[in-house]
């Protein structure tokens, strides 16, 4: 992802993750994506999207210990209108990035170092 402002490219192929773009806006960090393929899901709900998707985050630090992410979802070809969800986060800094395995994943049992 760059991070210097420059707009997002033209997409000539989607992708699974799309393509993202960030920069600041104040104190805010804002990262817009958009060339996502159709082939997955918004979420575990199932909540559909199509190529038309673009995603705008802001990441803004309410204080030392919070963080909000703001998430837009922007879909013409899945929903009428753009919506958002804000999700607030607790930012923990100088500390570790624990691995974390969701029982039910079908990879599970074929882990090395079980």
């Given at each position: 992802?760059?991070?210097?402002g ?13 393509y ?95």
């Open positions: 992802m760059f991070t210097d420059r707009p997002l490219p033209e997409v000539h192929n989607p992708a699974w993750l799309g993202s773009v960030g920069r600041w806006d104040g104190d805010t960090f804002v990262v817009e994506t958009a060339g996502f393929n159709d082939l997955t899901w918004l979420d575990d709900g199932g909540h559909p999207h199509t190529e038309q998707l673009k995603v705008t985050e802001r990441f803004h630090r309410v204080n030392f210990g919070r963080m909000d992410l703001e998430i837009t979802v922007n879909d013409p070809g899945a929903y009428a209108k753009p919506w958002k969800a804000t999700i607030p986060k607790d930012l923990l800094p100088d500390t570790d990035l624990i691995e974390w395995i969701c029982e039910n994943e079908k990879d599970y049992s074929h882990l090395v170092g079980k």
